[in-house]
C-alpha cells in the first residue's frame, strides 16, 4: 500500500527566509504524481505545485520549488522568501488511483 | 474559473435531523469527490463519483448517502448523525478520475451533530 509520511509535525520561518518541508512517500509503482496542498486557516485547500514521477527535473512555481528524488523516495518543499500569507498547514500528496495525503506540517511565519 | 463552491458554509444539525450538503464546479470536470477532515488531521476520502456515477465508496456508512444530479453537481444527504461526525466536509473536483488530474478542492462545510 502507498502511504506518504511528513516527519515534522511542526516548522517554523521567519519571514523572508527559506524553508524546508519533508516529504518521503514509499510505492511500488513507476508512474505516478505528486502534489503538495496548502490550507491555510480559513480552511480551503490549494494546490501549490504537481511533480510527475516521471519527469526528472524538479517542479518551481514562483517562490515554491520541490526537491524530487525519486530513488529516494523523498518530496521535499522549498519555500523561498517567507511570507506572512504563507503560514497554512502543508500536505504532500501522493496520486495514482486515489489521493493519499501525509499527516501535515503546520508551518509559521514569524514576522 | 478553478472554483469549486460549496454550501452550507456551517451547519448544526440534531442526531434526529434530515440535511443535505452541496457542492458545485462549472470546470467541465468529470470526477467529484467528498472528503472528511478532523481538525489538524488530513482529509479523508469518502466517495468518488467519475462520470456521474459512483466508482467509490471508502466504507462510509449509510448515514451518509451521496447523490450526483448531473456532472456540475455533487450532494451529500445527511440522517441520523452521530456526534463523532462532527468535521469539516470538503468536497473536490478533478479534470477524470485518472490519476495525474490535480483536484481542486472547495472551502468545506463546517459539520457539528449536537
Same mark, same amino acid.
Given at each position: 500500500? +502507498?502511504?506518504?509520511?511528513?516527519?515534522?509535525?511542526?516548522?517554523?520561518? +521567519?519571514?523572508?527566509?527559506?524553508?524546508?518541508?519533508?516529504?518521503?512517500? *514509499?510505492?511500488?509503482?513507476? *508512474?505516478?504524481?505528486?502534489?503538495?496542498?496548502?490550507?491555510?486557516?480559513?480552511? +480551503?485547500?490549494?494546490?501549490?505545485?504537481? +511533480?510527475?514521477?516521471?519527469?526528472?527535473?524538479?517542479?518551481?512555481?514562483?517562490?515554491?520549488?520541490?526537491?524530487?528524488?525519486?530513488?529516494?523516495?523523498?518530496?521535499?518543499?522549498?519555500?523561498? *522568501?517567507?511570507?506572512?500569507? *504563507?503560514?497554512?498547514?502543508?500536505?504532500?500528496?501522493?496520486?495514482?488511483?486515489?489521493?493519499?495525503?501525509?499527516?501535515?506540517?503546520?508551518?509559521?511565519?514569524?514576522? | 474559473?478553478?472554483?469549486?463552491?460549496?454550501?452550507?458554509?456551517?451547519?448544526?444539525?440534531?442526531?434526529?435531523?434530515?440535511?443535505?450538503?452541496?457542492?458545485?464546479?462549472?470546470?467541465?470536470?468529470? &470526477?467529484?469527490?467528498?472528503?472528511?477532515?478532523?481538525?489538524?488531521?488530513?482529509?479523508?476520502?469518502?466517495?468518488?463519483?467519475?462520470?456521474?456515477?459512483?466508482?467509490?465508496? $471508502?466504507?462510509?456508512?449509510?448515514?451518509?448517502?451521496?447523490?450526483?444530479?448531473?456532472?456540475?453537481?455533487?450532494?451529500?444527504?445527511?440522517?441520523?448523525?452521530?456526534? $463523532?461526525?462532527?468535521?469539516? =466536509?470538503?468536497?473536490?473536483?478533478?479534470?477524470?478520475?485518472? &490519476?495525474?488530474?490535480?483536484? =481542486?478542492?472547495?472551502?468545506?462545510?463546517?459539520?457539528?451533530?449536537?
Amino acid at each position: 500500500a +502507498q502511504t506518504v509520511t511528513q516527519s515534522q509535525p511542526e516548522m517554523s520561518v +521567519q519571514e523572508a527566509e527559506t524553508v524546508t518541508l519533508s516529504c518521503t512517500y *514509499d510505492t511500488s509503482e513507476s *508512474d505516478y504524481y505528486l502534489f503538495w496542498y496548502k490550507q491555510p486557516p480559513s480552511r +480551503q485547500m490549494i494546490l501549490v505545485i504537481r +511533480q510527475e514521477a516521471y519527469k526528472q527535473q524538479n517542479a518551481t512555481e514562483n517562490r515554491f520549488s520541490v526537491n524530487f528524488q525519486k530513488a529516494a523516495k523523498s518530496f521535499s518543499l522549498k519555500i523561498s *522568501d517567507s511570507q506572512l500569507g *504563507d503560514a497554512a498547514m502543508y500536505f504532500c500528496a501522493y496520486i495514482r488511483g486515489n489521493l493519499i495525503f501525509g499527516k501535515g506540517t503546520k508551518l509559521s511565519v514569524k514576522p | 474559473d478553478t472554483e469549486v463552491t460549496q454550501t452550507p458554509k456551517h451547519l448544526v444539525m440534531g442526531m434526529t435531523n434530515k440535511k443535505s450538503l452541496k457542492c458545485e464546479q462549472h470546470m467541465g470536470h468529470r &470526477a467529484m469527490y467528498w472528503y472528511k477532515q478532523k481538525a489538524k488531521k488530513p482529509p479523508e476520502l469518502m466517495f468518488v463519483y467519475s462520470y456521474e456515477k459512483l466508482s467509490i465508496n $471508502e466504507s462510509v456508512p449509510s448515514r451518509f448517502s451521496p447523490e450526483c444530479p448531473n456532472s456540475s453537481l455533487l450532494n451529500l444527504h445527511l440522517h441520523a448523525l452521530q456526534p $463523532e461526525d462532527s468535521a469539516l =466536509y470538503l468536497c473536490a473536483s478533478s479534470q477524470s478520475g485518472l &490519476a495525474g488530474f490535480e483536484q =481542486y478542492f472547495g472551502p468545506g462545510t463546517r459539520l457539528t451533530v449536537t
